[in-house]
């Protein structure tokens, strides 16, 4: 490991002259630094909002991009260290080979649909730089790690489920062998640590917050729903419902919830406050932000003198009086898993909640004004046409702010992979993504060919917004946060997805005879 050190000159005590050499030879030890460390979420197709933290990983309908929480944490405990996220800064790969030669290690963040050109880039930087380490961590090393190392030899380790000290005992010079949670190869056989516990006090973790200060611009970062510019932080990990379909408890945070304190929140966001005065909006981004009634009220009163625009996710199982609070302590927006209309597979997919309960929480936010972002799901386990228009049916009755509607993706190390596979409904597990990396159905069931899902992904878009309440709802809100060109930009950017996209489906048609059924877009 390569030692550095600070110049130190010679020092005068009480009148005798001492060398530099005298001072190092009579001190306890020279001080050795950590690896100098670059922390990665890689440059990938255009728009890709593909790992660090992304639970959904694809190049979005509209160019989002969330925050590299996890990347932050370590980035915080390793002096000399820089987080470099390449996609919303647009550094391109070319770019990130050139930053990385002057780096002794690389974390990269990688996903399962970024996987393949990640390990090109793995290869491109180490045949640029030899020396340098590098480790991969995220979903996919972490459910299938033999593959990973067998397959991209540039890499040295990888760190399986939460990575954080993990990386910074290697960084500091502990050997492989003796470092928990990762698997390396020795003497061309991979080999397994065994696992590391999960964190438990995250009150000792740094704040992503000042990593953000040191290392990024803020007003890269955009979310169509979230005011512009934000910024995104955890206060909690882990959840425990048991979604099947959920990557992050699954494969990262695991189903173990641990909170901060209500005191090391508050006390980040003050900070942030005054440190991001561009700032128009705190995101928390936790698996579950509200789950627990008494800790979410707690903080809730630590940050209304704070006097912040905030947001969250939320399940539809919050009661009125969690979100009263929420909402006088400047709480504006909710990220709502509402996924499915349908009653069978709310319970296929173990989502631990009804449509019933589902309805009485939307209104409660909309009685307290609170703004509602609801997503839906097409094509989870049990998925009929008749389903698909329940779920229609009930995402216009909800008539919440915004949508966000998606293709059922079976990610590795999910129950929902598990049943897929099994049942041999995965058509081509390597289809999961076009040319782009937009997201592409890669499940199909008896009766429900791929392609209908596809093209009903956009009938749903069709039938929400296209009504005259939500389309107006949409332009006023635009002009109130002067975001007009921001919607329009979003708008043509979706317009041109949907093209490509239904052009695919109607190609499919032509091979099959198939034609989905219609969809009213109603009132």
């Known amino acids: 490991m390569q030692t550095r050190q600070r110049n130190l000159p010679d020092v005068k005590m009480k009148g005798m002259s001492m060398s530099l050499s005298t001072v190092q030879s009579e001190s306890t030890e020279v001080k050795k630094m950590p690896l100098k460390t670059l922390f990665l979420n890689p440059p990938s197709f255009e728009n890709f ?43 391109s790969a070319e770019e990130t080979i050139k930053i990385c030669k002057d780096y002794e290690f690389l974390v990269l963040f990688t996903s399962t649909v970024g996987w393949e050109g990640d390990q090109r880039l793995a290869e491109a930087i180490k045949a640029a730089n030899p020396s340098i380490r590098i480790a991969f961590v995220g979903p996919p090393v972490t459910t299938s790690p033999d593959k990973a190392l067998n397959e991209c030899h540039a890499l040295d380790f990888i760190c399986r489920r939460e990575f954080d000290y993990s990386i910074v005992e290697y960084a500091n010079g502990k050997p492989l062998n003796e470092i928990l949670g990762i698997s390396y190869r020795d003497n061309g056989k991979v080999v397994h640590n065994p696992d590391r516990p999960q964190i438990e006090d995250l009150d ?15 007003t890269r970062y955009n979310v169509p729903f979230l005011l512009h510019p934000y910024i995104a932080l955890y206060s909690t ?48 981004d936790d698996d579950t932000f509200n789950i627990q009634k008494v800790r979410t009220i707690e903080l809730c009163e630590k940050l209304k003198p704070l006097k912040l625009t905030w947001s969250c996710t939320s399940r539809v199982t919050t009661d009125r009086e969690t979100l009263k609070a ?38 409660d936010c909309n009685d307290l004004g609170l703004v509602v972002h609801g997503d839906f799901i097409l094509g989870l386990p049990g998925e009929t046409k008749e389903s698909i228009q329940n779920t229609i ?38 289809a999961m993504s076009d040319a782009g990396g937009h997201q592409m159905a890669h499940i199909e069931y008896p009766g429900l060919p791929k392609e209908y899902v596809l093209e009903m992904v956009h009938k749903f878009y069709d039938a929400y917004y296209f009504r005259p309440k939500a389309a ?15 919607l329009y930009v979003e708008a043509k950017a979706f317009l041109k997805l949907r093209s490509q996209r239904n052009k695919m489906v109607k190609d499919a048609k032509k091979l099959q005879g198939k034609t989905p059924d219609p969809v009213s877009a109603g009132a």
Not at 54 to 61: D, G, I, L, N
Not at 410 to 417: D, H, I, L, S
Not at 472 to 486: H, L, Q, S
């Open 49 to 91: 909002d593909g790992g660090a933290s992304s639970r959904w990983p694809a190049t979005r309908e509209i160019e989002s991009y969330w925050y590299p929480v996890w990347l932050a944490y370590p980035a915080g405990l390793l002096e000399g260290s820089r987080l470099l996220d390449a996609p919303p800064h647009h550094v």
């Open 204 to 218: 000792a973790m740094p704040w992503a917050t000042k990593i953000y200060k040191r290392d990024m611009d803020v």
């Open 237 to 284: 990990r882990g959840c425990p419902a048991q979604c099947t379909f959920c990557l992050w408890p699954q494969t990262l945070s695991g189903h173990a919830w641990r909170k901060r304190s209500t005191d090391d929140v508050a006390a980040e966001l003050k900070w942030a406050k005054e440190n991001f005065p561009e700032v128009k909006e705190f995101f928390f």
């Open 326 to 363: 929420m909402k006088d302590a400047g709480c504006r927006l909710l990220i709502v898993g509402f996924e499915s209309g349908d009653p069978q597979i709310l319970k296929n997919i173990k989502k631990g909640a009804t449509v019933e309960r589902a309805r009485a929480f939307a209104k």
């Open 393 to 430: 049916n009930f995402a216009k009755s909800l008539d919440v702010e915004t949508i966000q509607v998606s293709i059922a993706h079976a990610y590795p190390g999910t129950e929902f992979f598990d049943y897929a596979e099994k049942n041999g409904f995965i058509t081509n597990v390597d």
């Open 472 to 486: 107006f709802r949409v332009i006023w809100k635009a002009i109130v946060n002067r975001d007009v060109p921001r």
